[in-house]
């Protein structure tokens, strides 16, 4: 069953140059319990159709329908918020208060929530991020990953249903990207959350359920990752990059090893040169 649905998606910034179209015609589907990549090279419109997705943006034309809601409807647009949360590039950009626990029943409060729940509400999201233990600390105090994940637990406190990471790793070190990146998977497996992530760390993605392809404004392909990075020249065509495991293991074949085209991972490489004959 689908949660998000999107048909014949049009966005124009400027309503008074038309034919300038960030999306044109984009339809496509997220399932409940996906976990779904979007890439792109840049103005590709994967960012533009991340604020589309929960009325952040508004449709030039075309339809953005949540749990069958419209995003047209502004009677809908604070329940379609609530299923669809967002976390973006800079983590700095959704603190809103001086003190961590704070900051996370920021939304939660102004979702109407009685005060009485709220504690138990904040401290369980800072307990799903591995924050609790920093619930009293200023925000500026903590590192970049930290940070992300104190965004991830203020919209988590909400219960969406699906939440849109939009470039939420760009910013991050190694290990900051890492921490964000378990903590996805982790609400995607044990919550069961959708989650739909935007990025251009192509490696980012081995994990997805499915990756779609933007480029210059429409969905260019989608499939799983086995089946995106098999064919490496067309992502590179698209300035698109390849995980770093999957150009060796293309390499390795160029220079005459008999070696799947599916390898993904490092171990996966690993197994397939040790049962070369």
């Not at 979007?38 to 533009?48: A, D, E, L, P, Q």
């Not at 029943?105 to 800072?126: C, H, K, T, Y």
């Not at 699906?162 to 939420?168: A, G, K, L, W, Y």
């Amino acid at each position: 069953m689908s949660i998000i649905e999107v048909k014949d998606l049009v966005f124009a910034y400027d309503s008074t140059e038309p034919d300038k179209k960030a999306l044109d015609g984009v339809s496509l589907k997220i399932n409940e319990g996906e976990f779904v990549g979007i890439v792109g090279h840049n103005g590709s419109g994967k960012s533009t159709l991340a604020k589309l997705l929960n009325g952040l943006l508004l449709p030039t034309s075309g339809d953005v329908l949540v749990a069958g809601m419209n995003t047209k409807d502004e009677s809908s647009l604070i329940n379609i918020r609530r299923n669809v949360g967002m976390v973006f590039q800079n983590p700095d950009n959704q603190m809103v208060a001086t003190i961590v626990e704070e900051d996370v029943a920021f939304g939660v409060e102004n979702l109407g929530i009685a005060p009485s729940q709220i504690r138990s509400i904040v401290d369980n999201a800072l307990h799903a991020v591995d924050m609790y233990e920093f619930r009293g600390q200023k925000p500026h105090q903590l590192s970049g990953g930290q940070k992300q994940r104190i965004a991830i637990a203020g919209i988590i406190a909400m219960k969406p249903k699906c939440i849109v990471f939009d470039e939420s790793t760009a910013m991050l070190d190694p290990v900051g990207r890492r921490e964000v990146l378990e903590q996805m998977h982790r609400l995607n497996k044990e919550d069961h959350v959708t989650i739909i992530f935007i990025t251009h760390y192509m490696e980012e993605l081995i994990d997805v359920d499915r990756i779609i392809i933007m480029n210059d404004g429409k969905v260019h392909g989608e499939g799983t990752p086995k089946e995106i990075f098999a064919n490496t020249e067309e992502l590179k065509a698209l300035r698109l990059n390849v995980p770093e495991i999957v150009e060796l293991a293309d390499g390795l074949r160029s220079g005459g090893l008999d070696i799947s085209h599916d390898i993904l991972t490092k171990e996966g490489l690993v197994d397939a040169i040790c049962q070369l004959k």
